[in-house]
Structure formats: structure tokens, C-alpha cells
């Protein structure tokens, strides 16, 4: 994803640069900017059609799913070689 002006990317703002504890602290005044309106989040027809095929995907195939664990080891995998 390319940053704009309407999605700035970490490293365009410089915050890859902040510790962790610093986005940690960052992120949870990000979620606590957003206004707690009563307005449901609405998806895009587009993305009920993706969750309704990850799902119908998921019915068909349960053996591929993946453990919290098993995708933690396959990002910290990831990013050991970048």
C-alpha cells in the first residue's frame, strides 16, 4: 500500500524509529481518539463477499486453519528475513 495523505505509513511518520513501549502508548491514543459513536462499522459489499468466501473456505478445508501460535511463529519467521 502506497501512504497518502489519508494513510500516512509508520515509516513515512517516522514512528518505525519510537520504541516499543512508545507505539504502544501512541497506538492506544490512536483507539482512544476515535469517537465511541453508536454507529455500527459498516462493511462494503465487496468485503462481506471476502469474509463470506474465507468462511465458506474455511467450512470446506478446517484442517488449513492456522493457530494464534503457528501465524506469530510464521510472521517472527517473516521479518527475520527482511
Known sequence: MNATVDSPSMESLGLHRLSTDARIRLAQELWDSIPNDDKPFELTDED?????????DH????????????????????????
Open 48 to 56: 462481506k463477499q471476502e469474509l463470506d468466501r474465507r468462511l465458506a
Open 59 to 82: 467450512l470446506a478445508n478446517p484442517s488449513t486453519a492456522l493457530t494464534r501460535e503457528e501465524v506469530q511463529e510464521r510472521l517472527k519467521a517473516r521479518r527475520s528475513q527482511s
